[in-house]
């Protein structure tokens, strides 16, 4: 189910390009626009739900069953020496686009630009 007004759900039906790290039928991971560190990606369910506090347990299994796979295609063409995940749900913790999202953060050391 996909949401008129929200980017995210524009970007999964292609109204809005992206650049594609990984697709399937549960979840599309792309990158993102303002990258914090090379290769910083953003994986969505593709159903639209706001935040974690929205989700249901089938879709939160579904994505995050997904998040090592992706890590993974991240370290392969990356070859960061670590990452993060950070996911922000509601506006005091600073999410600005309210379709759930996972963010994986490549980290490659000291003055990588992650603060
Ligand atoms: P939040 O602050 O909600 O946790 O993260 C939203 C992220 O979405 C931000 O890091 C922002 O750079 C990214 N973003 C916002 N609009 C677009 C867009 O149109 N395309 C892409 N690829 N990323 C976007
Ligand atoms: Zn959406």
New binding site residues.
Partial sequence: MNHEDC?FCK?INGD?P??KVYEDEHVYA?????Q?TKG?T?VIPKTHVKDIFETPPEVAKELYARIPKVANAIKETYQPLGLNT???NGEAA????FHL?I?LIPRYGEGDGYT
Avoid: M
């Fill in positions: 980017i970007i809005i992206s650049a792309f990158l993102d626009i303002s914090v910083h953003l950070l996911n922000n600073e999410q600005s686009v999202h963010h």
